[in-house]
T-cell receptor
Framework: DADVTQTPRNRITKTGKRIMLECSQTKGHDRMYWYRQDPGLGLRLIYYSFDVKDINKGEISDGYSVSRQAQAKFSLSLESAIPNQTALYFC?????????????FGPGTRLTVT | AQSVTQPDIHITVSEGASLELRCNYSYGATPYLFWYVQSPGQGLQLLLK??????LVQGIKGFEAEFKRSQSSFNLRKPSVHWSDAAEYFC?????????????FGKGTKLSVIP
């Protein structure tokens, strides 16, 4: 089984709808991240969390919110989706304890806002 | 703030040919450096990383990268490309000791392999 899972894998929604993307991990890592990927722009950080009580904005947090329900779960919400939020979204995790900056990525959620 | 530049948006090589993907970073000191690969429809997988020590780093799938401080570069190489290497490659940097463990990614280089 995959260590970092994302649901759904694909989603089409309409402008103005609220949508939640979910991420779960079995790696036992304390840190979790949400990125969006747009063609030609690479990955940009939306939010990150160091533990359940610690949430931080990334480079492009406007229009997004997150919830860290447990150490293993980190959800990304679009309160009112707009077409320019159409993108590929990745969740990632990392482990403070091993001193590594390596991040482990989920398979991604492709979101289309019409 | 640190930044990462991957000058080549798209590279095409023949199978069996050598490969070099360029990465330059902007940061006041030596950052931690990473190369990730994204195969079509997949998430990102770490190929290799550099923190300190030997400037030539070996990774998975036969890749290596060389850190050159004087050029602020961390170029990825492979002596002989296989068709399965067709993917998008991302260079990333992290600022040591920042506490945030954030990665800053380049915009990626897409590799196409001609049989």
């Amino acid at each position: 089984d995959a260590d970092v899972t994302q649901t759904p894998r694909n989603r089409i929604t309409k402008t103005g709808k609220r949508i939640m993307l979910e991420c779960s991990q079995t790696k036992g890592h304390d840190r979790m991240y949400w990125y969006r990927q747009d063609p030609g722009l690479g990955l940009r950080l939306i939010y990150y969390s160091f533990d359940v009580k610690d949430i931080n904005k990334g480079e492009i947090s406007d229009g997004y919110s997150v919830s860290r329900q447990a150490q293993a779960k980190f959800s990304l919400s679009l309160e009112s989706a707009i077409p320019n939020q159409t993108a590929l979204y990745f969740c990632a995790t990392s482990d403070l304890r091993d001193g590594s900056y390596e991040q482990y990525f989920g398979p991604g959620t492709r979101l289309t806002v019409t | 703030a640190q930044s990462v530049t991957q000058p080549d948006i798209h590279i095409t090589v023949s199978e069996g040919a050598s490969l070099e993907l360029r990465c330059n970073y902007s940061y006041g000191a030596t950052p931690y450096l990473f190369w990730y690969v994204q195969s079509p429809g997949q998430g990102l997988q770490l190929l290799l990383k550099y923190f300190s020590g030997d400037t030539l780093v070996q990774g998975i799938k036969g890749f290596e990268a060389e850190f050159k401080r004087s050029q602020s570069s961390f170029n990825l190489r492979k002596p002989s490309v296989h068709w399965s290497d067709a993917a998008e490659y991302f260079c990333a940097v992290a600022k040591p000791g920042a506490g945030s463990y954030q990665l800053t990614f380049g915009k990626g280089t897409k590799l196409s392999v001609i049989p």
